[in-house]
Nanobody, 121 residues
Framework: VQLVESGGGLVQPGGSLRLSCAAS????????MGWYRQAPGKGRRLVAS???????NYADSVKGRCTISRDNAKNTVYLQMNSLKPEDTAVYYC????????????????WGKGTPVTVLV
């Protein structure tokens, strides 16, 4: 199973970006999907998550500015980020709990390699 992120880049304060993460491989079922971020010199922290029933969870720092969504047919999760601030600068990582066809009863946790987001000061 692979998670591949895209959509990061440079943006002015107040701007928007839409991150995408596509899962591929021996997928039987995808349960939760989410986005984490890691700023320089800091730990990796949850930004937002979405469960298979559509329920969502957001970090307080992004509530009202970010929207997470998923396309189950495409095994893809999105993060729409608006009103970006310099403190949103980080590498954004996709994360998912996935059951494979070879282990359909159990979820394993997967990470993408990250996509950088830089909000100019």
């Amino acid at each position: 199973v692979q998670l591949v992120e895209s959509g990061g880049g440079l943006v002015q304060p107040g701007g928007s970006l839409r991150l995408s993460c596509a899962a591929s491989g021996d997928i039987f079922r995808i349960d939760s999907m989410g986005w984490y971020r890691q700023a320089p010199g800091k730990g990796r922290r949850l930004v937002a998550s979405i469960f298979s029933d559509g329920a969502t969870n957001y970090a307080d720092s992004v509530k009202g500015r970010c929207t997470i969504s998923r396309d189950n047919a495409k095994n893809t999760v999105y993060l729409q980020m608006n009103s970006l601030k310099p403190e949103d600068t980080a590498v954004y990582y996709c994360n998912a709990d996935i059951a494979t066809r070879s282990r359909p009863l159990f979820d394993d946790n997967y990470w993408g390699k990250g996509t950088p987001v830089t909000v100019l000061v």
